[in-house]
């Protein structure tokens, strides 16, 4: 069976659980050195450890640049998952939690391409994948500072990918719509919503895997992806569309 990532060097943030984790596993199941990142370290070890040979647990706040520095150098791949969201309309978002999303998702995304991208240039080309939202193309209720951050990440995706597409670094953003995932529970039990309402708004009647989105992830960072740069993939069930 041929292995898409062999002698890939790979860094994948929020990779504690959800999409962050299916992709870290998805990555080092196809020969990638996997460095697994997120802020919960104790999650990061167990995983790390049950992967075994060519995985790594790092502990990382990608709101910290000195922290994201060392730890985005010598890499062939980065995919940006690191993020958190809010649930409150603008009168009802606290400035702090705007500021703190922001911090994270689209500050944490961009401090992670930033001091990958020397390296990536140097070695002649690599790829990121970063991860926005379906809440960054409509309008979610009670979701503002979570999709204007997402927002702030498709266009950054966009603007790297044509600052770099000389230097052989292709960039590329997923857009996944509801994925049964702990972080997505968390909102729903945050917001008073339900799971089964959420599948019920989905046009496929269900809602997304983290392995469906992993496997996105892996397509856009593979040499299958060679001539995709710059691009959105919509991964939401129809949810756009209808």
Not at 6 to 28: F, P, Y
Not at 92 to 120: Q, S
Not at 178 to 206: I, K, N, Y
Not at 217 to 240: C, M
């Amino acid at each position: 069976m041929t292995r898409r990532f062999t002698d890939k060097r790979a860094l994948v943030t929020g990779a504690a659980s959800g999409i962050g984790e299916a992709t870290a596993r998805l990555l080092h199941a196809e020969d990638a050195d996997v460095v697994l990142a997120d802020i919960d370290g104790e999650r990061l070890d167990a995983l790390a450890a049950g992967l075994g040979d060519r995985a790594t647990a790092r502990v990382l706040d990608v709101r910290d640049e000195a922290q994201v520095a060392p730890a985005a150098a010598g890499l062939d791949l980065l995919v940006n998952v690191a993020g958190i969201g809010s649930t409150q309309d603008a009168p009802g978002t606290p400035l702090e939690v705007w500021e703190d999303v922001f911090a994270v998702n689209a500050r944490g995304t961009f401090l992670c391409c930033k001091h990958a991208i020397p390296d990536m240039r140097a070695r002649g080309g690599g790829a990121i994948v970063n991860v926005a939202s379906v809440a960054a193309l409509v309008g979610l209720r009670n979701r503002v500072a979570y999709s204007a951050s997402k927002g702030a990440v498709v266009a950054l995706t966009r603007a790297l990918a044509v600052d770099h597409v000389a230097d052989g670094i292709r960039v590329n953003a997923v857009c996944p719509g509801t994925v049964e995932s702990p972080w997505v529970r968390r909102l729903v039990e945050e917001a008073g919503e339900s799971l089964d309402a959420l599948r019920a708004r989905q046009p496929l009647g269900r809602l997304g895997t983290t392995e469906e989105i992993a496997e996105a992830i892996a397509y856009l960072a593979s040499d299958a992806a060679a001539f995709v740069t710059g691009s959105v993939l919509v991964i939401d069930g129809g949810l756009t569309a209808a």
